[in-house]
């Protein structure tokens, strides 16, 4: 289900997302890399890369989307992702991953025993550069997925989200200078797509950053897979808003018609009790200057109009 080897992104073109997330998993499958990484996450200073072994899911889909980056060193199982936007329900998505890659860990062992079958601790981490305002950290939980809110549930998963822009957690990213390299070549990215068009944006940072040493060697080896993975991560990112934009558009409209529609509705209906309010005025009036009483007058509301005893007293005021 999951190899102990590097791991190759090129080989799953399906889970080009974006191109922050696609060049994050070919950054951290350097196994020097990733052991940093990991070393950073966990206060911990471990040295060999053959204590690593890499549990990314192999051809593990859910929703399309496949897990960026996961390792277990000494018994210590850590999930990545990178992520630009904010997704509540990323805990649901690593249970199922979780789940999977516990599967393995009793795939020969008897569960039925009445020994234990010992599992690596799990932590899930997701690193988020995108443009919403994000604290620097935050955490997700399954439990807030939950219908029914409980102090103690019985099932949780927390998954903590940390934000690598420029200015928060500069002290996990001066612990790795691979992923700081990486915010910077990012936002670096980011800042030039804003001047210029996107193929003129991505190689000037990819040259940029060479330049000042920033991934520079990561980025002279995959420079013609970064350039292509960026040019086709926002050509999808536009598509994908242009595709809401029409959708929104269209919202706009069939709101604006059931919202007519709705008050043509109303509308007869307010007319319409108006109407019977009238009617009710204008016969209570006539029977009271007939000095009719009070009694046969809500018997004959109750029968002229179908109201029930107590609507009909309710318009005399009784």
Do not use: W
């Not at 709705?262 to 006539?286: F, P």
């Amino acid at each position: 289900m999951y190899k102990n080897e590097t791991v190759n992104t090129l080989e799953t073109p399906f889970v080009k997302r974006n191109y922050k997330d696609t060049v994050f998993r070919m950054l951290f499958s350097d196994r020097h890399k990733l052991l940093a990484l990991f070393n950073a996450i966990n206060e911990t200073a471990y040295e060999d890369v053959d204590a690593l072994t890499v549990t990314t899911l192999e051809n593990a889909i859910y929703m399309s989307v496949k897990n960026d980056i996961s390792c277990v060193v000494d018994m210590r199982l850590n999930l990545y992702e990178h992520q630009s936007t904010i997704n509540p329900n990323i805990p649901l998505r690593d249970l199922d991953y979780v789940s999977r890659t516990f599967s393995d860990y009793y795939a020969n062992k008897d569960i039925y025993s009445p020994r234990i079958i010992r599992l690596p601790n799990p932590r899930f981490i997701i690193f988020y550069n995108g443009e919403q305002h994000q604290p620097a950290r935050k955490e997700f939980r399954l439990s807030d997925a939950f219908y029914y809110k409980e102090a103690n549930p019985n099932l949780e998963l927390i998954v903590t989200q940390l934000n690598i822009n420029p200015g928060y957690n500069d002290a996990l990213l001066d612990s790795c200078p691979a992923l700081k390299e990486y915010m910077l070549y990012v936002d670096r990215v980011r800042t030039h797509q804003k001047n210029m068009p996107l193929a003129d944006a991505v190689n000037k940072a990819v040259d940029e950053c060479i330049k000042e040493n920033i991934l520079a060697e990561f980025l002279r080896k995959n420079k013609s897979e970064v350039i292509s993975m960026s040019i086709f991560e926002y050509d999808e990112k536009l598509h994908e808003k242009t595709m809401m934009d029409i959708g929104r558009e269209e919202g706009l409209q069939e709101g604006l018609q059931q919202g007519l529609q709705q008050g043509l509705q109303q509308g007869l209906q307010q007319g319409l009790q108006t109407g019977i309010d009238t009617g009710i005025t204008a016969l209570i009036s006539t029977l009271q200057e007939m000095n009719i009483s009070s009694e046969v007058i809500v018997e004959k509301l109750m029968e002229k109009f179908g109201l029930d005893e107590e609507q009909a007293k309710g318009y005399l005021g009784i």
